[in-house]
């Protein structure tokens, strides 16, 4: 089950889910308040894992391979330290920050999607060149140049449109793993782009280190805070290693 990050949708899971799908059953969803689902009355970090684990009984779906990519690598680890996953992955997951890197996240996030809406017109041509897409959206891809038009577009609008982002992102501000221990029975594996700038790799891929010490921490090399776009073999790895190794 594929959980993406905030103000995205299932389809950022595009150039990874064939390749996952040789393998396993995949499912990929639109968080509350996203996509295609409707927003809940509050939409936090917590009520947005907890429809998630709401999900999985309704659908009959028991401890599924959890993938998850920003908030929703924390929903994954979540739900995994609740024990309701086989296993996690987690690409570039919010919660191991320190203030000012949350606050960076928030305000950085924020003032893009305002900034997206207030030009939605003029959107497929400032992300019509290369240099567009890499000045609006360095803080997504690490090879934002390299991103298809309507892909870099659609990855702005869809922000921009999301009824439950506003919510989410001011919930960040008590978003942590709370049971860090209780993941030490599945295989956790946790994957930062060393280009990502949001949650910035430096810092907090190393307090994920310090607070996962029995996970798999990987580095995404020449990839961003959402790395499928940049490197789509390195990201179905990731996944598929240590769940068939």
Known sequence: MLVHGIGSRWQVWEPIIDTLATTFEVIAVDLPGFGESEPLAGTTVDALTDALAEFLAAEGITRPHLVG?????????????????RSVTAFSPIGFWHTAGRVWCQQSLGKSVVLAGLLDRTLPTILGTAVGRTVFLGLVF?????????????????A???????????????????EPGAL????????????????????????????????????????????????????AAAVLDHITG
């Open 184 to 235: 030490a029975d599945i295989p956790v594996t946790v994957a930062w782009g060393n280009r990502d700038i949001l949650l910035t790799y430096r810092t907090q891929h190393r307090r994920a280190q310090a607070a996962l010490p029995g996970a798999r921490h990987l580095t995404l090399r020449g990839s961003g805070h959402t790395p499928f776009y940049d490197d789509p073999s390195a990201c």
């Open 160 to 178: 921009a449109a999301a009824p439950g982002f506003g919510a989410a992102l001011a919930s960040f501000r008590d978003a942590e793993l709370r």
């Open 142 to 158: 690490g090879k934002p140049w390299a991103v298809g038009k309507q892909i870099a577009a659609d990855t702005a609008r869809v």
């Open 69 to 85: 990519n920003s908030m929703g690598g924390l929903i994954a680890l979540q739900l995994g330290a609740r024990g309701l996953a």
